[in-house]
């Protein structure tokens, strides 16, 4: 089953320094037909004005996954940490028992980030933020594992979960086929482009709900960006 939720469709919410699309229920939008997907429970799709940003807010039992797109954000938490992710990395943040953080858009242009919310396998646990660079180019022509909780994803950001992110860089006419099992939980957005998933087109920004299949395959209708969870 594939199911498409369009860009046109998804919830929405402008406040000027923050242009929101929700995939899922969040906030201020509810649909009793997108709480969450699997484990997945948010997906959102901001544009970040230059110099402004998410003050410092609470958060606990939640895997929170930051994908940047273009631009940068800066993390900082109660924990200590600081770091400043590019477009193309990803940043993971653990929020166990409780930690506070705030992510700013400190550069001079728009910074536009996939906010990606997982269900932990347990709750508690020591929170944790983490961050690395995943070069756009080695993600050329195949699907790279960037964050994940499960066995052998040891070149992997690690979450507390029963799930993976992953990306890949897709020139025109170019595939990739994933398998999976039919039990799990596959969510596709493209972050540019379009593609076709087993014959369903799916434009950028659009979500792909996919599950009961044992393996899919991803054509690029024209060079695109893709990133995908895959949760229980």
Same mark, same amino acid.
């Given at each position: 089953m594939i199911d498409v939720r369009r860009f046109s469709t998804l919830g929405a919410a402008n406040h000027g320094w923050l242009d929101a699309r929700h995939h899922f229920s969040f906030a201020g939008y509810h649909d009793p037909a997108r709480v969450h997907w699997g484990a997945l429970r948010v997906w959102n799709d901001d544009t970040i004005a230059p110099k402004s940003g998410f003050p410092a807010h609470p958060h606990s039992d939640m895997e929170i996954v930051t994908y940047v797109r273009e631009g940068a954000i800066t993390h900082r938490d109660s924990l200590g940490n600081e770091g400043r992710t590019e477009a193309g990395d990803v940043q993971v943040m653990s929020a166990g028992t409780g930690i506070q953080h705030s992510?700013?858009? /400190?550069?001079?242009?728009?910074?536009? /980030?996939? %906010?990606? &919310? $997982?269900?932990?396998?347990? %709750?508690?646990?020591?929170?944790? &933020?983490?961050?690395?660079?995943?070069?756009?180019?080695?993600?050329?022509? %195949? @699907? #790279?594992?960037? +964050?994940?909780?499960?066995?052998?994803?040891?070149?992997? @950001?690690?979450?507390?979960?029963? !799930?993976? @992110?992953?990306? !890949?860089?897709?020139?025109?006419?170019?595939?990739?086929?994933?398998?999976?099992?039919?039990?799990?939980?596959?969510? @596709? *957005?493209? +972050?540019?482009?379009? *593609?076709? $998933?087993?014959?369903?087109? *799916?434009?950028?920004?659009?979500? +792909?709900?996919?599950?009961?299949?044992?393996?899919?395959? #991803?054509? +690029?209708?024209?060079d695109s960006e893709i990133v995908m969870v895959d949760s229980a």
């Open positions: 992510e700013f858009n /400190l550069e001079d242009k728009e910074t536009r /980030l996939f %906010q990606i &919310w $997982i269900i932990p396998d347990s %709750q508690g646990g020591e929170p944790g &933020w983490g961050a690395r660079p995943f070069p756009r180019h080695d993600r050329d022509g %195949q @699907l #790279v594992t960037l +964050a994940s909780g499960m066995p052998g994803d040891d070149d992997a @950001l690690p979450i507390r979960a029963n !799930a993976r @992110l992953l990306g !890949a860089t897709l020139k025109a006419g170019e595939s990739v086929t994933y398998t999976t099992d039919p039990a799990r939980h596959a969510y @596709l *957005v493209p +972050a540019s482009g379009r *593609v076709m $998933i087993d014959g369903t087109e *799916v434009n950028a920004r659009d979500g +792909a709900a996919i599950t009961a299949l044992e393996r899919f395959t #991803v054509e +690029a209708i024209e």
